[in-house]
């Protein structure tokens, strides 16, 4: 697997020593997010939307509504620029100038592909199989005037960084902070609550197997046993 090339765009300037070049961490961030943060220049002004996203082999799969402006320019060509962003822990310091987050974020730049037809209807399984895994064999396929009204598109991973930070804070030895005061790190877990049914869904049907899997996936991940240290 090759490497991530650093490029004008991609270098990390501000704590280099943080920048991953290694592909498969930048599969491993973007496997682990569920929402990223899109941005084009519309007007010579910066805009930015969250959106759904997932990845597919060497590339990121975003989709929306065809009326959505940003995905409208970035399907006609617009340059593209999107991060993904997992948030780990808080790292609690002795002074909050050494207060900082855990993180693994990923930046993906470059010009996206529409897709269409089949490739299209491949790419919307790809994204409920991340978001919600088996709801796709659940329900009835998307109709043709929902496909119509979904604009989805794939961008390549060819230029890309990855940023890490982890461990515990980072304050200096000498620093004369009192040892009095706590410092350490607090993991930061996503957690599934209890399923609600929609009022129209009768009180015999249960969650099926896709609501169950992914509520037990984010109930184990927040167990102590997985919580760790940051």
Known sequence: MQPLPITARTRVTRLAQRQVT???ELYDVLDAGLVAHAAVVRGGAPLVLPIACARSDDALLLHGSTGAGLLREAAAGAPLAVTVTVLDALVYARSLFDSSMNYRSAMVCGTAQPLTGPEK???LEALSEHLMPGRWAEVRPPTAR???ATLVLRLPLSEASVKV???G????ADDGEPRTV???VLPLLVQAGTPQPSTDTPDDVLPP???TRVT???RGAASPAREGRG
């Open 22 to 24: 290694d592909r498969q």
């Open 146 to 148: 929902e496909l119509t």
């Open 209 to 211: 197997a896709s609501v």
């Open 216 to 218: 037990e996936l984010l």
């Open 169 to 172: 804070p980072t304050t200096a």
């Open 165 to 167: 930070r982890a461990g």
């Open 182 to 184: 706590w410092a350490g």
């Open 121 to 123: 209807i491949a790419a």
